[in-house]
């Protein structure tokens, strides 16, 4: 099993990944430890002072003005806690909440929050032990952090609330601590606070949005070329050349991918009709590397981000290396749900072209001698028709989650927090989108092959054939008469989703971007 050891100078989205999705084991590095131990005197010499010390000595939000005695101090950090951990609606998805809680595990390694060695200690152990906390769906404004979801982590660390075992059964989390031999912490001075103050839900997604986004913009790209050999396109278009003179990189890589699938073809060469002409191609087709390639570029600036905020220490109070405890802003979800936004835009727009190609590949009088709808006997057959329905649908739905949730907030606790990101929003809708992105490319692929097996005694480019071939025997069938379309789809959508499409076609390409 792979180990990912936190250090104090943040972590790398590919540990975050290995450890939400790869279940790696975390270690707590030497390093971190004497940070941790560090910091924690700072605080408990503090705390021992007759002034008051917000998050240390004082109530929270709107609250702290009020000086907590230190006999009712590790009943503030409980109560914090617990009455945090508000959240309500459906559950969030593993993967989620273990990024949520190693990228916390994160910041109080890095010995700013004043949490003591131990508490830390526990957060990796229950990472180890598979236990993941239940956490609901609404509760974070992204401002103060994601507070209600790392409240319902918390919790389950004091053993109380419900987590999901190993198993995959959601029970209390006392008993799943116990059984992993797993002590529940007593929280200290200022570590409630310190286990809830983050942006770390939104960077978890925003960090495996970013994982997932690469592979379906390599996909979409390969789609995209299929879709122009099948409509017999000019790849002209895909010239270098053209490219280097509106130096975007991401467009630049997107119709080098392009044309790197359709290297060898003989059907792009049949553009020219002897009795309708094509001079260039329609947008959706000509255009495509630089819709894909904004949309890769979206990508860059957004990793850029997140880079950054892995790289950071989230938490208010923070302690600084020469001994000050100092009140800030930087749990703010403003750089992150901002990005999150963006994707979702471009995201929008990738999978909104890529239906207009598809709806291209269905009507008769724009496909250039394709039969309606790809049908088999046109009129008996309806063909691809619904297909292209749920394509709509989806790209619909695109649109409405393109919305941006950063554009809004809501002003909370007694207006001392009056201004919020609403990133965590801005996450949750980017995962449905970058799911419904995947099942537009796969219906966009399941049209475009059997397009190109419809164009007879015209022979495809090696990458395309490759593609085909790859997909017929993930089950993604084939032209023929109409049957229970559904199944295809979904093997489709399995196909682009698992990587098989760029699996298949990179042999015969080399590497793409």
Known sequence: MQTVVVGTSGTTAEDVIAVARGNARVELSAEALDALARAREIVDALAAKPEPVYGVSTGFGALASRHISPELRAQLQRNIVRSHAAGMGPRVEREVVRALMFLRLKTVASGHTGVRPSVAQTMADVLNAGITPVVHEYGSLGCSGDLAPLSHCALALMGEGDAEGPDGTVRPAGELLAEAGIEPVELREKEGLALLNGTDGMLGMLVMALADLAKLYTSADITAALTLEALLGTEKV??????????????????????????????????????????????????????????????????????????????????????????????????????????????????????RRTDRLLDKNRSHGLPPFLADDAGVDSGLMIAQYTQAALVSEMKRLAVPASADSIPSSAMQEDHVSMG??????????????????????????????????????????????????????????????????????????????????????????
């Open 238 to 355: 895909l010239q270098p050349e053209l490219h280097a003179i509106r130096p975007h990189p991401g467009q630049a890589a997107s119709a080098a991918n392009m044309a790197a699938v359709l290297k060898g073809s003989g059907l792009v060469r049949h553009y020219q009709e002897e009795t309708a002409p094509r001079v260039q191609d329609a947008y959706s087709v000509r255009c495509a590397p630089q819709v894909a390639g904004a949309g890769r570029d979206t990508m860059a600036h957004a990793a850029l981000v997140a880079s950054r905020e892995l790289a950071a220490a989230v938490d208010n109070p923070v302690v600084l290396p020469d001994g000050r405890v100092e009140s800030n802003g930087n749990f703010h979800g403003a750089p992150v749900a901002y990005v999150l936004d963006f994707l979702a835009i471009a995201a929008a727009d990738l999978g909104s072209i890529a239906e």
């Open 424 to 513: 965590w929003s801005a996450a949750r809708k980017l995962r449905t989108a970058v799911d419904n992105l995947t099942r537009i490319i796969a219906i966009e692929l399941y049209a475009a092959t059997r397009a190109i097996e419809l164009r007879h005694g015209l022979t495809p480019a090696p990458a395309s054939r490759a593609a085909i071939e790859a997909a017929r025997a993930a089950g993604v069938e084939g032209p023929g008469p109409d049957r229970f379309l559904a199944p295809d789809l979904a093997a489709a959508d399995a196909f682009v989703r698992t990587g098989g499409l760029v699996a298949a076609v990179e042999p015969v390409t080399g590497p793409l971007a």
